[in-house]
């Protein structure tokens, strides 16, 4: 069974900055769209951006735009999410999913493509 996971979670104040990892000894990553995503107990899953693969870039949802920054690390087949400016809304349980293809666009952000998660980290922003 594959399984993502991810670190860095945590507790923080507002306006500080927490980067998330994203990694899995199961398939090789580099070959995989890579997402993010958050949820809060009680509310519906949200996508907040994805990674193709091939160097084919990012999208982000407008939430994080210009504040969350999503990246790779080919080398050591690990994914991160920099979270900056962090806002007590930003608090959640984070998850990272991988799938061989995603759909371009905004349509990345749907976690019904998803074939493979982590069990996520919670991050916890105070004011």
Request: proline letters at 5%; a negative charge; hydrophobic letters at 35%.
């Amino acid at each position: 069974q594959v399984q993502l996971v991810e670190s860095g979670g945590g507790p923080a104040q507002s306006g500080e900055s927490l980067t998330l990892s994203c990694t899995t000894s199961d398939l090789t990553l580099n070959d995989y769209a890579v997402a993010w995503f958050r949820q809060v107990p009680g509310k519906e899953r949200e996508g907040i951006g994805c990674l193709y693969k091939d160097d084919d870039g990012t999208f982000e949802a407008e939430s994080v735009k210009g504040r969350f920054i999503f990246s790779r690390d080919k080398v050591k087949q690990s994914v991160y999410l920099q979270m900056n400016q962090l806002v007590p809304e930003d608090t959640a349980t984070y998850y990272c999913a991988a799938v061989f293809w995603a759909a371009p666009g905004s349509g990345c952000l749907g976690d019904w493509q998803y074939a493979y998660w982590g069990p996520g980290t919670p991050v916890n922003v105070s004011a």
